[in-house]
């Protein structure tokens, strides 16, 4: 039997943590425009293109509708705020805090967590529906 790669491992499990995401945040408003949309998306603070540290980080992504995740460049300002009021000052310097050092020390996953991460959304997944 072929071993999935690492890569293909993230992918599967950015699938479940985003799924997580929107049924968490299913009733919230959008974290960016605070406009209550009935589809959004896993919209991460720190973009996982240069977080990678941070992509599963349940205090670094937040139900963001598409208009604001995808298209407004202007979104991570009012993001900022409600992030903010969502998960306390505290979190929000800790998320900081990780994202600098994610930035200067790189992160690598490995399967074993990756493998385990996959089956804890699974199970928050499950207990949401």
Same mark, same amino acid.
């Given at each position: 039997m072929k071993k999935v790669t690492l890569p293909k491992l993230k992918a599967k499990?950015?699938?479940?943590?985003?799924?997580?995401?929107?049924?968490?945040?299913?009733?919230?408003?959008c974290i960016s425009?605070?406009?209550?949309k009935p589809y959004k998306q896993a919209g991460h603070f720190y973009p996982v293109q240069g977080f990678d540290g941070l992509r599963f980080n #349940?205090?670094?992504?937040?139900g963001e509708c598409p208009g604001c995740n995808g298209f407004d460049d202007m979104h991570l300002l009012k993001y900022k705020d409600n992030l903010i009021r969502r998960v306390g000052f505290m979190?929000?310097?800790i998320l900081n805090y990780k994202a600098e050092d994610y930035k200067k020390n790189g992160y690598k996953w490995s399967r074993t967590e990756i493998l385990?991460?996959? #089956?804890?959304?699974?199970q928050k997944i499950k207990e949401l529906k």
């Open positions: 499990c950015q699938l479940v943590f985003n799924e997580y995401i929107r049924l968490r945040d299913k009733d919230m408003p425009c605070s406009q209550p #349940e205090d670094n992504c937040h979190k929000f310097r385990g991460l996959i #089956e804890y959304y699974k």
